[in-house]
């Protein structure tokens, strides 16, 4: 598998990761060091993880996991929207206080979430016998990059008071929408 093509596939991946971390910039307002290295880091190390878990599991669970991935990454991602508008809905004007989304069983369970489709990649190249390090390594270096890239974005569009008193809501939406557009992908809407 050329290089090209590699590199393709993981800003394909990435793309998931690059719009939670817009969110997770409009949420914070303010994004530190910290903040970014940690959802960049946890991003980058579930996105290279998963294909390495998916090439190892090859062809002998490929037919199990295929049946529910999607569903898995839509309810982990409609579990934390809900709690993102929650927060929204109860949100007082003189309340500042933020919830930290690079922190905890959030930061996981969304590192979880967008890197599911990584795991189908990694049986996919288990299936045409392509070693799994260089894609890995490729694909949790992309998402690393665009999670950083999302953080400071979604910082600078936070600036905006109207983004940024609407930060969880817009948050929750992103979350719910990608969790659409997988069952979308996986052709959950086709049999309706």
Excluded at 123 to 143: D, E, Q, R
Excluded at 184 to 190: C, L, P, S
């Amino acid at each position: 598998m050329s290089l090209i093509n590699i590199c393709a596939i993981a800003v394909a991946l990435a793309m998931d990761a690059f719009a939670v971390a817009i969110a997770a910039g409009i949420t914070l307002g303010r994004v530190g060091f910290r903040q970014n290295f940690r959802l960049a880091w946890h991003f980058g190390f579930f996105q290279a993880a998963m294909p390495v878990i998916g090439w190892y599991a090859g062809l002998t669970v490929r037919d199990m996991i295929a049946l529910y991935d999607h569903w898995i990454a839509f309810g982990l991602l409609l579990f934390i929207s809900q709690g993102m508008l929650r927060q929204a809905l109860s949100k007082k004007e003189d309340d500042k206080r933020v919830k930290d989304p690079t922190k905890g069983v959030a930061m996981v369970m969304l590192s979880v979430a967008t890197s599911l489709d990584a795991l189908a990649v990694g049986l996919t190249l288990s299936m045409i016998n392509v070693s799994i390090w260089a894609p890995a390594a490729v694909i949790g270096a992309v998402a690393c990059v665009f999670t950083t890239i999302g953080m400071h974005l979604g910082k600078h569009a936070a600036k905006a008071d109207f983004m940024r008193r609407y930060a969880d809501a817009f948050g929750a939406l992103v979350l719910i929408l990608i969790g659409l557009n997988i069952l979308r992908e996986h052709g959950v809407f086709n049999a309706m």
